[in-house]
Structure formats: structure tokens, C-alpha cells
């Protein structure tokens, strides 16, 4: 276990160096990142050549590129274009996006699996039918007009939520919005749970556990339920990080001031050291939640050994 | 009598049609008795078992008529929840195929112990104990160790162990072994069954064993019922039946037995393949197979005659079957 | 191990692929009949790719959404059969007014007729779209048969850059790539997709490619001689197919919702291109009081996204084997 821990760990580096580098390169090299550092207006040219210099923005890319990373493991971030410390907007703005990101996923445990174990032991039932329907329009409808119409008729309508969160982003303000981070991710935890679930319902073990004389509830919740779940666990970890790096909609409609939010106004402000850390914290975010997830799953399938 | 089945009829509803697994079958077993019951794949000797057991797969599967008498009360009369707590402690079975019968990611010592706390409310420290027990009582070496194994770190001779002392925990009065030593090693098989035989003599249980190896019965069971396209065509005594079938379909079976005594020659096998249930041949169901056959067999149902006092066969020609030998 | 559904990371970030390529070569791998000779899984694959199609005749969802689909494809080609308006003809007196005779849909806030713009929208998604998906299909199945077939440190590296795109979250990487890469037309949108979203279709591509050579027949081809581009055309190629069109057929209605989303955001495509993405960003400010300006252009998005993801499901459904 412990060897397969580390050789996961060292196998991500390549990966977390390529991903940052990318957009390291894609920021710095086609973008200009001077452009940001003097806040709204155009440098005049003597100022940018000094700030070029200041920044290390005449050395060569790979150069810059291991400057700054070598700061980034000092924990020096660099300095956002309003001059705050990109650590100090990490700080405020990271545990906005966790709150959201816990939200979501609780409503992807709670809904999804739920209405998967339902819809999964009705098969081809009408309830079956109508949710399996439901989750194709929750797929096929984009996050943002998701969020907009809920936005709307919660909102503004039926005045049942504020239509915008305020900066604190007290859990009870982001239900709404998670529920529509979560709700493309909901639909596929849905469909995963129906599959599995009816899979393994034919399976001789819970032919077993019938025969055994076990209660229903039993034979789906000890049974059914610990052998379906292996892949929608798996489904669920990996999504942690792509729901912290998706929720750059949700927090622009509902005006969250998250990471989201934070790298929106880096990326209209070309401030190339608050998009690069930020990434670089989500990258590492999303390669940590994957380990944890491949580590999990030896948890919930004892078959499965890791050397 | 323990178990009374009386003309059972289960069909299975599929896109192709009603396909008729089970048609009319009558046999009880006794406490203490063994029965076996033999038939190809098809035959309907393992729905039966599931009846019998309420684990049939209902739909598609649909009991149409008949009864099942379990010490003396129609199984098929009672409730949902009564039945199953008839399940698991009155009648049990054990499954063919160990590995996948058993729930990949429970220890074996839940799996056993469960019964305990589910239908005799123990707590799971006690349950265990009991499972520790189990195992050892059918010879699981190092019990105490390998109480929190998972299935697949035991062989398949382990496991099939395993099954048997989950349908032994709560001691039923009947158990259903469904091929129980099909899917082991010749060797191991032995082991199993005179395990099972044993055990059986020891808490005075009804057996009803299922299998397509007329081999494994001989030195276990009391009585046999050969059972083909859902319908029992002989039953008998087991030593009657070996020494004359009266039936020709048991006699082409017994005839496929490989024999030492009759080395270099080219090992007898019944022609043709089993009945397909969507479409049962009108008469005799084994008459497209049958070396036998008239021309009553494909129109008339044998019914099963009276051979002996013991014995019957669903023949037209049960007594010239008797006397070829 | 279950079949998760094929999910694409295009809208949720980055995906399980590697779950779906494994529940996918599972799926279609080809044995031999046992003890039969190896048979050449061409044959299989010519009965499976029947049966598919006798299959999805009958399926009314298949059906629908096909019917859908060809509606938009004819009307993206010629969107003058249906509308006789100029998409980009503003009234800004008529701006926000509701549906009036000839103008059903109402007018944006630039006073544009919004059926117009709904229409020629199409186009723009259509194009998006489709060429995203041949591209990330073509450059995705290239690259992903070569490191199955090939093997050894090819392999590898394509793994681990593959590892690297699916490290980034999509609608991020668009918002810092788009933000540079910048031009009113669908071209800097469609390569942005092609880049991220290649790593997809290659890993699904790579998977029945190795399953397909580890056949007796395709051994025995190779004992025999057969030259390396001959046996993937031949022998690989006919068999990975299915599994890449039924990803790619589900990736093209993501690949619409993504670029509405991107330009939702004002990164994607911009003024003056027609696009259902721009004309909710632009309208969803007045959502309180004129909120049909927000629907219509959403409305025709969803039953587009709508349908090809059910066409994608319902040849899923088709072409898998262990579903029937």
C-alpha cells in the first residue's frame, strides 16, 4: 500500500508540472502579462520595460516558468493586478468554492444515488422511465441557463432565495447554487447508481442473501448497495475537482466570490500569477482526489491489492 | 412427510414467448432423506429447487398452479414475510458456483453471522463466535484466523465449505444443494459431498440434491426423480434404478457413464439435444431422442405409471424398457 | 465491473475516462468461438453493426431525436426555408417587445427579431459542433490506435499528456486559452475543443485498438506478414469504430453546450456571430422583465444538446452487446 501511495504520488509529478506548465505557456507566451499589472489602464512603454525586468519577463519562458515555481513552493504565489498577495485571494476565495463544492456533492450523494437505487430496482417501470428522461434534459441543458432559469423563478419570481449570495457565502445561501453546480454531474450519478444497481441485483450473491432469508431493506442497503457503489464512488471523487474548476458558472450567475469568481477577473485582466496559482492549486487538487479515490476503492473492494 | 411439491407448473415470460420450465411435478422428501433430483440443463430441476426456496425470479418467472407443502402448510399460500423467515432457518440451500454466491465484499464470518443476528437477534461479537463454530464444524482449517477473509482468499473447496456452513447455521429442517460440487476439482469433490452426507446423518435434515451426474448420487441418496423438460420421467429407489431403468431417457444417462470395465469402447451418449422450452414436442417431450419411440409417443402424454410399489415411469414402453436389459 | 455512462468532461471538467474505457473494451471484446477457429472479428462486427441497425429502427427514441437532428442540419444549411429575416437587422425601437404577428419570438435588447437569431444560431452550433467532434475525433483515434497499436514508450508519453489535458478543468482551460486565442469566428473555438478534448476519444480509441490486436487472427495476420498499416485498416480499424462513435456522437451535443457556455462567459464566440451562448449572456440582464429573450435562444440549445445526446445513448444502446 504504502509503495503504491508513493509511486502514485511520483507518477503525478510529470502530470502536475505538464498541466501547469500549459497554462503557464498559454497565459504568459500569447497573452501579455504586463497588460495586467498595470491595473485597467495601458502601460506606457518605459514603465512596462520596467516592470518587464522587475518580473523577469525578458528571461526566457522555461526560465520564468521555474522562477516562479520555485516561489510557489516557498508558498510565494506572486502579487495579483490590484497588488494583493494572490495568497490573500486564495484565502478568502478557496473556502467560498469548498463550501460550494460540499454542497454539490452532497446533493449528488443524497438525490443521486437515491433516485439510482429507485429507478435501478424499477427497471423499465414508468418511475424508471420518467427520471431516466429527466436526467437526459438535466444533461442536455447547460449549467448556465440551468442556473439562470432557477435564478429567475426562485429568485426573482418567487423571491424564495436571494438571487445573489452575499461574500460571506453562508452555506444556507449556496443551496441553490450548488444544486445547480451539482446538477449535470446529479443526472450521471443518477444513470451510474440505475446501471450498477440493476446489474448487480441479478447477481448470484443477492440471489444468496434472499435465500439466506434476509430482509429486503438488508439485502439492498448491506448487499446490493456496498457492491453497486464501488464505481459511483470512484464516479464521485473524481468529480471533487472538476466540480471546483466548473464552478467558475455557477459562481459568475450567483455572483459567489470563489475561485471562480477570482480567476474570472484574472483572466479579463490578464493577471498571469492569479490564474497560474490558482490552476496550479486545482490541478493539485483534482490529482489529490483522484489518489484518494484510487485509494478508496481498495477500501470498498477487498479484492482489489495495490503493490 | 417434510416437503410435498404437487403438480407444479412454472413458466417464464420472455420476448420470444411463455417458455413451460416446470410442468406438473410431484415429489416430497422425508426427514432424514435424501432425494436426488437428475436432469440436463433445461430440465427443470433447479426452477423447482427455487420454487420451492420463493427465490424464483418472479417476473419473468410465474408459479401458474399447483402446491408446495412444507411440514403440512402450502408455502405458496403464505405471505411475503412469513416466508422468509421460513428461509434460512427452516430450509436453506447451497448454491453451484461458491464464488459468486458469496458477496465479494463481506467477510465470510458476516455472511455467516448475519443469520444469526437477523433471524435470532444476537449480537454481531456472539455471531461471530458462531461463524468461528461453523467453520470449524465443516473443517475449515485455522477457523478462528480466517473468520475475516474475504471469498476469494479461499480455494473453491473453502468456499463451497463456507456455503454449506451458512445453510447449516440456523439447522433447517431441509436443505436444497443445487450442483454443489459441479464447479470443483474431482478430488475435492468427494471431500464435499461426504461432508454434506455426513452432516445431513448427523442433524437428521431432508436433502434435495440437485445435479446432471448421476455418479455423485449413487453413494448418497435415498431416492432419485429424473426430471426432463419439466417433467419428472422416473423416480425410484437409487439402487433399483441403477441395476434396470424403466425409463429410456435413464437408461441413455446411464449409459453415458464412462466404466472401466468397458475400456476401447466408444462411450454411449443420448443423440440430439434437450427440448427448447418455447416449444415442447406434442406427446412424449424425449420421443425426437428417443430410440424407443412409436407413433403414440408423438401424440400421447405418458402419464407416470406405477412400476412397483417404489417406483414409477412416464413410459408407454416402461415395461419393455425393464426387460431389454 | 458496471458500465458508467460515457461522460464527457467537456461539461463537468475533467472525467472518469478511465473507468469508460475500460467498461468499453470490455464490451466489445471479440473471442473466438471456443475451440473454433480464431474468427476474424470483421465478420462479428459486420453482424453487430446489423443488428444495431434493426435495433435502432425500432427505437422511437432513436427515431425522434434522428428526425431532430436532420431538421437542424437542414435548417443550418439553409435557415432561409424557414425564416425570411436578417439575424442581424436591429430596431432598437422594437427592443424587448414580446411576440407580435411575423415575430413570434419576440425582439432581443438590440431590437433583432429573436426567431431570426434562433435560427441562424443553429448554424453557428451546428458547425461547432460537428467539427469539433470530426476533429477531436480524427486527431483522438489517430493518436490513440498508434499507442495501442505500437505499444512501449509511445504509449506512455501519450498517456501521460493525455493525463496532463484531462488535469485541466475544460470551461478553465477555454477562459485562459480563448482569452488569447481571440476572433469572432467558430475557428479558435472548434481547435480549443480539438485540443482538450482529444485525450477522450484516444483513450477509448487506444483500448479497443489493444483488445483488437490481442486476436488469435490479427496474431496470425502478423505471423503471415501483414504490414502494419495493412492490418489496422484491415483487421483494427472496423472493430474500434463503434465504440469512438457512439463517445463522439454524445461529445457533439456536449461540445454545443460547451461553446454556448464559453460564450456565455464572453470568451467563446463574439458580436456580431449569431450564437444561442451570446444572446442569453446578452439577454440574461433583463431576464426580470423580458425573460422570452432568454428562453427561446435556451429552449433551442437544450432540445439541440437534447438530441444528440439521446441519439448517442439510443446507438450506445445498439451497438452494446451486454445490454440486450
Known amino acids: 500500500m504504502g509503495r503504491y501511495v508513493i509511486r502514485r504520488l511520483l507518477q503525478m509529478i510529470p502530470v502536475f508540472f505538464g498541466a501547469t506548465l500549459l497554462i503557464f505557456l ?68 478557496f473556502p467560498v468554492t469548498i463550501r460550494l463544492t460540499i ?103 443477492v440471489r444468496t442473501a434472499v435465500a439466506k432469508g434476509l430482509p429486503r431493506f438488508r439485502i439492498i442497503t448491506r448487499h446490493l448497495l456496498r457492491n453497486s457503489l464501488i464505481p459511483v464512488v470512484t464516479f464521485i471523487g473524481t468529480d471533487i475537482g472538476a466540480l471546483m474548476g466548473g464552478a467558475i458558472v455557477t459562481e459568475r450567475i450567483f455572483n459567489i466570490h470563489g475561485v471562480g469568481f477570482q480567476l474570472y477577473q484574472g483572466i479579463l485582466r490578464q493577471s498571469t500569477q492569479t490564474v497560474v496559482g490558482f490552476v496550479t492549486i486545482l490541478v493539485l487538487v483534482f490529482l489529490l482526489a483522484n489518489l484518494i479515490v484510487d485509494l478508496l476503492y481498495a477500501v470498498l473492494d477487498p479484492r482489489i491489492r495495490y503493490a | 412427510m417434510l416437503l410435498e411439491v404437487r ?149 473453491g473447496g473453502m468456499r463451497q465449505r463456507i456455503m454449506i456452513a451458512m445453510a447449516l447455521a440456523l439447522e433447517p429442517s431441509l436443505i436444497i444443494a443445487d450442483e454443489p460440487t459441479t464447479a470443483l476439482d474431482v478430488t475435492v469433490q468427494a471431500q464435499v459431498m461426504d461432508l454434506l452426507a455426513e452432516l445431513q446423518r448427523e442433524l437428521n435434515m431432508g436433502l434435495i440434491l440437485i445435479t446432471h451426474d448421476l455418479g455423485v448420487v449413487a453413494d448418497v441418496a435415498d431416492k432419485i426423480a429424473v426430471m426432463y423438460a419439466g417433467r419428472i420421467v422416473e423416480t425410484s429407489p437409487v439402487h433399483e434404478i441403477y441395476k434396470a431403468p424403466a425409463h429410456p431417457y435413464t437408461k441413455g444417462l446411464l449409459q453415458s457413464i464412462p466404466r472401466l470395465d468397458q475400456k476401447g469402447q466408444e462411450l454411449y451418449a443420448i ?55 | 465491473m458496471p458500465e458508467p455512462q460515457p461522460y464527457d468532461p467537456a461539461i463537468a471538467g475533467t472525467g472518469a475516462g478511465g473507468a469508460m474505457d475500460l467498461a468499453i473494451s470490455e464490451g466489445s471484446s471479440l473471442d473466438g468461438g471456443p475451440g473454433g477457429l480464431p474468427k476474424d472479428p470483421s465478420e462479428k462486427a459486420r453482424s453487430l453493426w446489423s443488428d444495431a441497425l434493426r435495433d435502432l429502427r425500432r427505437n422511437p427514441v432513436f427515431i425522434i431525436s434522428g428526425l431532430i437532428i436532420l431538421f437542424l442540419l437542414i435548417i443550418s444549411l439553409w435557415p ?132 483488437v490486436k490481442q486476436n488469435d487472427f490479427v496474431q496470425a495476420a502478423r505471423a503471415l506478414g501483414a504490414s502494419n498499416s495493412r492490418m489496422m485498416l484491415r483487421h483494427v480499424a472496423p472493430n474500434a469504430v463503434a465504440p469512438v462513435i457512439v463517445v463522439a456522437t454524445i461529445a457533439l451535443g456536449t461540445y454545443i453546450s460547451l461553446e454556448a457556455t464559453l460564450s456565455y462567459l464572453g470568451v467563446g464566440l463574439k458580436e456580431p456571430a449569431v450564437s444561442w451562448g451570446i444572446d442569453i449572456s446578452a439577454a440574461s440582464n433583463y431576464m426580470r422583465n423580458a425573460p422570452h429573450m432568454v428562453l427561446y435562444p435556451a429552449g433551442a440549445l437544450a432540445l439541440t444538446v437534447l438530441a444528440f445526446i439521446m441519439l448517442g445513448d439510443a446507438v450506445r444502446d445498439a451497438l452494446d452487446p451486454k445490454l440486450r
Open chain 1, 26 to 93: 498559454m497565459v504568459n507566451v500569447m497573452g501579455d502579462p504586463i497588460a495586467g499589472l498595470c491595473g485597467d489602464k495601458a502601460c506606457d512603454p518605459a514603465t512596462a520595460a520596467q516592470l518587464s525586468k522587475e518580473y523577469g519577463l525578458d528571461k526566457p519562458v522555461w526560465q520564468q516558468y521555474l522562477t516562479y515555481m520555485g516561489n510557489v513552493f516557498t508558498g510565494d504565489f506572486g502579487t495579483a493586478f490590484n497588488g494583493q498577495k494572490v495568497t490573500e485571494l486564495m484565502a478568502s476565495a
Open chain 3, 80 to 211: 432561409s426555408l424557414i425564416t425570411s429575416g436578417n439575424p442581424l437587422k436591429a430596431d432598437l425601437s422594437k427592443a424587448q417587445q414580446g411576440s407580435s404577428p411575423g415575430h413570434p419570438f419576440g425582439y432581443d435588447p438590440q431590437g433583432r427579431d429573436v426567431y431570426t437569431r434562433v435560427v441562424y444560431g443553429t448554424r453557428t452550433s451546428v458547425t461547432v459542433g460537428v467539427c469539433a467532434t470530426l476533429g477531436v475525433a480524427i486527431v483522438g483515434s489517430f493518436l490513440g490506435a498508434l499507442a495501442g497499436f505500437f505499444g512501449g514508450w509511445w504509449d506512455s508519453i501519450l498517456s501521460r499528456i493525455s493525463d496532463i489535458f484531462f488535469g485541466i478543468p475544460v470551461v478553465l482551460g477555454g477562459l485562459v486559452f480563448l482569452s488569447v486565442v481571440t476572433g469572432s469566428t467558430v475557428w479558435p473555438v472548434i481547435g480549443f475543443m480539438i485540443l482538450l478534448g482529444w485525450p477522450q476519444i484516444a483513450r477509448i480509441a487506444r483500448g479497443s485498438v489493444i483488445t
Open chain 2, 271 to 325: 443423440k440430439g439435444l434437450p427440448p427448447n422450452l418455447l416449444r415442447i414436442p406434442p406427446g412424449c417431450a424425449f420421443n425426437p431422442r428417443c430410440p424407443m419411440a412409436q407413433d403414440v409417443c408423438r401424440t400421447d402424454v405418458p402419464p407416470l405409471a406405477q412400476v412397483s410399489e417404489t417406483r414409477q415411469s412416464a413410459c408407454h414402453f416402461w415395461k419393455e424398457t425393464l426387460d431389454a436389459r
Open chain 2, 7 to 155: 403438480d407444479l407448473h412454472v413458466e417464464f415470460h420472455t420476448r420470444d414467448g411463455v417458455a413451460k420450465a416446470v410442468n406438473g411435478v410431484n415429489y416430497s422428501v422425508a426427514e432424514g432423506e435424501t432425494l436426488a433430483v437428475l436432469g440436463e440443463s433445461g430440465s427443470g430441476k433447479s426452477v423447482t429447487a427455487q420454487a420451492v426456496m420463493g427465490i424464483l425470479d418472479m417476473p419473468p418467472g410465474k408459479i401458474s398452479s399447483g402446491e408446495i407443502l412444507f411440514k403440512d402448510q402450502d408455502l405458496l399460500k403464505l405471505k411475503g414475510e412469513e416466508r422468509r423467515k421460513i428461509r434460512g432457518q427452516e430450509m436453506a440451500m447451497i448454491f453451484q458456483d461458491a464464488l459468486s454466491s458469496l458477496n465479494p465484499v463481506l467477510s465470510v464470518g458476516e455472511q455467516i453471522g448475519e443469520l444469526f443476528t437477523v433471524h435470532r437477534g444476537m449480537s454481531r461479537k456472539d455471531a461471530k463466535a458462531k461463524a468461528v463454530e461453523l467453520m470449524d464444524r465443516v473443517r475449515i482449517p485455522a477457523a478462528k484466523e480466517r473468520v475475516g477473509q474475504y471469498p476469494h482468499q479461499f480455494s
Open chain 1, 103 to 205: 454542497v454539490a456533492i452532497v446533493f449528488e450523494v443524497v438525490i443521486g444515488i437515491s433516485l439510482g437505487v429507485v429507478t435501478g430496482l424499477r427497471r423499465g417501470r414508468p418511475i424508471d422511465t420518467l427520471v431516466l428522461i429527466l436526467t437526459l434534459v438535466v444533461i442536455a441543458i447547460p449549467t448556465f441557463v440551468t442556473g439562470l432559469m432557477l435564478q429567475l423563478v426562485l429568485g426573482v419570481q418567487w423571491k424564495i432565495i436571494s438571487p445573489s449570495v452575499s461574500s460571506e457565502a453562508p452555506f444556507n445561501e449556496l443551496i441553490i447554487p450548488g444544486l445547480v453546480l451539482a446538477s449535470v454531474s446529479l443526472a450521471y450519478v443518477t444513470r451510474l447508481t440505475r446501471t450498477s444497481i440493476a446489474e448487480n441485483a441479478r447477481a448470484d450473491y
